[in-house]
C-alpha cells in the first residue's frame, strides 16, 4: 500500500538536475510532496490533484500521470540547500479523509 | 502561532511502561494524524482524526491508542511499550481537503529499553 519512491539515494554537484519518482498500486486522488532535514520536521513543497496542472516554484516542479499513477519532482540546478530527504504522500482516491500514505524517502545530497 | 506542538521531545522508557505523546494544534485544523519514522520505512500512519470524537486507524496501529476529545488536541498513547516502538513520532494537521498541506512537529524521540 505505501508508494514505492526512486531512487533511494542520490549525490549529485552543485547545478546539476535530478528527477524523483513516486509510483503507487492505487488510484490516486492527489499526491503530496515533502522534504526533511536531517532531525527536523517534515516541510511540505507542493499537491498535485487528479486532473491538475503540473506544479512549480523556483526550480523545484512536480507532474501527476494519473493513467500511470506516478509522480515525479524535478529538482533543475541543484542548490546545497536542496540536500535531504524527500518524501511523497499519496491521497488514495477511495479516501475522503485526506488522509496520506508516504513512501520511504529519496535521500538528496547536494555537494559543492 | 506555535502551529503543531509536540511533548516530549526526548523520552526513554523500559519495556511494559506506558507513556502518551501530546500533540496540539492553534490552526483550528480537523485532521490530525500520528505518523512513525524508522530508518528507511519513511513515514507511516499510525491512527488519524477527522474531528472531535472521530478516529481511524493507519497502517500501523498495534500498540497505540488515540482519543480526540478537543479539535486542538489529540494525544497518543503506547499502553504497554515494546522495543519494537522506538522511533521518532511526528504530529500532523491540516484542514479538510484534498488540497491542503500537513503541517508537522517537531517529532518526539522514544528509546524503548
Known amino acids: 500500500q505505501q508508494p514505492v519512491q526512486s531512487p533511494q539515494a542520490v549525490i549529485l554537484r552543485e547545478g546539476e538536475d535530478a528527477v524523483i519518482n513516486c509510483s503507487s498500486s492505487?488510484?490516486?486522488?492527489?499526491v503530496h510532496w515533502y522534504r526533511q532535514k536531517h532531525g527536523e520536521a517534515p516541510i511540505f513543497l507542493m499537491i498535485l490533484l487528479k486532473g491538475g496542472e503540473q506544479k512549480g516554484h523556483d526550480k523545484i516542479s512536480a507532474s501527476f500521470n494519473e493513467k500511470k499513477q506516478q509522480s515525479s519532482l524535478y529538482l533543475t540546478a541543484s542548490q546545497l540547500s536542496y540536500s535531504g530527504t524527500y518524501f511523497c504522500g499519496t491521497e488514495p482516491s477511495s479516501s475522503n479523509t485526506g488522509k496520506l500514505i508516504f513512501g520511504q524517502g529519496t535521500t538528496l545530497q547536494v555537494k559543492p | 502561532n506555535a502551529g503543531v506542538t509536540q511533548t516530549p521531545k526526548f523520552q526513554v522508557l523500559k519495556t511494559g511502561q506506558s507513556m502518551t505523546l501530546q500533540c496540539a494544534q492553534d490552526m483550528n485544523h480537523e485532521y490530525m494524524s500520528w505518523y512513525r519514522q524508522d530508518p528507511g520505512m519513511g513515514l507511516r500512519l499510525i491512527h488519524y482524526?477527522?474531528?472531535?470524537?472521530?478516529?481511524d486507524q493507519g497502517e500501523v496501529p498495534n500498540g497505540y491508542n488515540v482519543s480526540r476529545s478537543t479539535t486542538e488536541d489529540f494525544p497518543l498513547r503506547l499502553l504497554s511499550a515494546a522495543p519494537s516502538q522506538t522511533s521518532v513520532y511526528f504530529c500532523?494537521?491540516?484542514?479538510?481537503?484534498?488540497?491542503?498541506?500537513?503541517?508537522f512537529g517537531d517529532g518526539t524521540r522514544l528509546s524503548i529499553l
Open positions: 482524526s477527522v474531528g472531535a470524537g472521530i478516529t
Open positions: 492505487k488510484a490516486l486522488y492527489s
Open positions: 500532523a494537521s491540516s484542514y479538510l481537503g484534498h488540497d491542503q498541506p500537513q503541517h
